[in-house]
């Protein structure tokens, strides 16, 4: 289900070569959460500013040039994509929000996108193709369009990731319509929580961008029970953030781990994420390499409470154990063949001292990572 | 100068293929940091016990297996190899430091152990040579040998590195020795505060070991003022540090990163060691691309008080300012042929903030680095 079956959501996009322009008409309610960098981009300043009374009217997102570390420049660049959008909508300039993904550092070119944003806007519609343009528009090195959604209540997302994928936030755009109908407080707590289960648990490389942001935006018209929504869109971020973390710049394995047995919840997620972080995990995974050893240096310096009393299990095309309560059991021959015939990989892991449970997110770190992140700008 | 030109260090080694063995006779004080890694490796737990009293007669190190994850087996053979050296130098067990580098989950070839420690032991000596053969024997993957040293005062050390180097520690063994006399408590000061000011400024990929130790042994036939000795001692960690970093897995370039006008010193140092640990910054640096956007983004995200007032340069072959008071000045084409001139690249940072200073150390992301790990045990 696209984002144009939401009623009340239009769009269009356009992509030349690296630049990118979309625009999303819909009016309604939006909560939005951004990155925790204190570097925040100038969209990211202004869309916050926007957003804050609650309501919208559209969206206008670029993609190519992140419009971060621009000064003051940069802000007046932002609002004036506001301006753009909001006199092609006719409506006010703050109910329009605004998004930049892309290189930091350099100014817009204005001139494109005004000139992009007519021709995009003046075809806009509400068809899978209307859609399909959107997705592409806000992409950049994305090897496929990330989407998911909920046909009861009605949620579509739809995304963009890879790179720069924190503990803390992705560095990713991510957009989430609704028919469902809330006040935005209610919305954004239930955003909130949403977020805290999917793109927070989520590293690629451990780098924070300057332009994360998530809107939720409501158009209002559907009656829905706030449980049943809030596990809906907990599900459809959560989808999100596995598809970001599976095209993970050079990613070739989506990695989920999933820690039971901790003192409490903290401690899980605390220990999970610093196995989905490390670097020698995510690169013995690559190799299809069972190496739980740095599974357990990594579990060791996670900050939970550990000792050797540590089992671990693999699973992808089939499932194997590796260590039971400490104990190595060999069976690295038959977990070698379970990472070469799986592109989705499970560690499950029990900590023996409690109740706590959590999972995290990550992907593998391959030659490609490398070559993607030392050859994109200047 | 060789640690065998300490007056009363003795030592020879082994190495064959991916194993080794080497054996240091040294009578003296002792006083040592580990890791802070939750999960320590047997020989961790012994050789702490063990120098507790600030007392050594010797130390044995093998490479290829770290005897890390091997319960209450592993600690026994962690002292069977104390007894081996103490049994071969006519000492006390408790008397023998020991340390261990290589896979973790493995239990030591015992009998490879002893066999080689008598053969090791009987041709020991103070020749260069030996010297030579005791840093062989104790290296993984280190492409070079890693020695510092100060004449006056006497301070000779040799370190094993590479790989897994932390923010906090690094993976990496390094012994030091010296012929100036102090009580251990001295000797604990002053060994902190080097450690405090080279390794653990220290980031090669984030991962921090299960092994790593630092001794500092001093046969005690020397009077020196605490000052100088604290000046040399410092200088000799900080060359080892920068030589672990150079020689970080798959490293192409040494990483400087040097913060002034933060808040105050932590500042500084966060700021420092979140460049010096992004994965972006280092595959950027790997390109020869100076994407002084993402030096941004990390000090964005290191918990540092930034804003964009920011000044970036780039030194190593030549000297280039990329971001003046957050100005880009464009000059990034020059600043791309120093990138391709220079295998020691500083960045200095200015944060127009404050007179806070510090610096960090990390090196470049190549693909060698995913090779190297992705292609490790099993």
């Known amino acids: 289900m696209e984002i144009t079956e939401i009623e009340g959501v239009l769009c269009n996009g356009i992509k ?120 592409k528009a806000i992409t950049t090195t994305d090897r496929f369009l990330k989407k998911a959604h909920s ?30 109908s809330y006040d935005s407080g209610e919305l954004y707590e239930m955003l909130k929580q949403a977020v805290d289960n999917s793109f927070n648990r989520l590293s690629v490389d451990g780098d924070m961008s300057t332009n994360d942001t998530v809107l939720l935006i409501s158009t209002g018209r559907e009656k829905v029970k706030k449980e049943e929504f809030q596990e809906k869109l907990n599900e459809v971020c959560l989808s999100i953030a596995r598809q970001i973390a599976k095209d993970g710049e050079g990613a070739t394995k989506l990695i989920e781990v999933y820690v039971t047995g901790a003192v409490d919840e903290n401690d899980a997620i605390k220990a999970a994420k610093a196995v989905a972080s490390s670097l020698l995990v995510k690169t013995a995974i690559f190799g299809n390499d069972p190496n739980w050893g740095r599974v357990i240096a990594a579990l060791g310096y996670s900050g939970a409470e550990v000792d050797e009393t540590i089992s671990i299990s693999l699973e992808g095309a089939g499932e194997v154990k590796l260590v039971e309560k400490g104990k190595p059991l060999n069976n690295e021959s038959i977990a070698r063949k379970v990472l070469e015939n799986s592109n989705e990989i499970r560690l499950v892991i029990n900590l023996h001292k409690g109740t706590g449970e959590g999972y995290a997110l990550g992907c593998d770190l391959s030659y490609e990572y490398v070559k993607l992140n030392s050859e994109y700008t200047t």
Chains 1, 2 share one sequence.
């Open 16 to 135: 030349e070569g690296k630049l990118g322009l979309g625009i999303v008409k819909c009016r309604g309610s939006v909560v939005g959460v951004f990155t925790k960098n204190k570097i925040k981009a100038a969209p990211v300043i202004v869309c916050s500013e926007h957003i804050s009374d609650g309501k919208i009217e559209g969206l206008i997102v670029n993609s190519g040039n992140a419009n971060a570390f621009t000064g003051k420049e940069g802000i007046e660049d932002a609002r004036e994509m506001c301006r753009i959008a909001a006199k092609l909508m006719g409506c006010y300039e703050r109910d329009i929000a605004v998004a930049s993904t892309g290189v930091i550092g350099k100014r817009l070119d204005m001139e494109w996108i005004k000139e992009k944003a007519s021709i995009v806007f003046s075809e806009i519609g509400n068809s899978v193709k209307h859609a399909e343009n959107f997705a």
């Open 151 to 180: 046909k009861k209540p009605k949620i579509s997302a739809v995304a963009k990731g890879a790179g720069m994928i924190s503990p803390n936030m992705a560095t990713m755009l991510c957009f989430i319509f609704t028919s469902a």
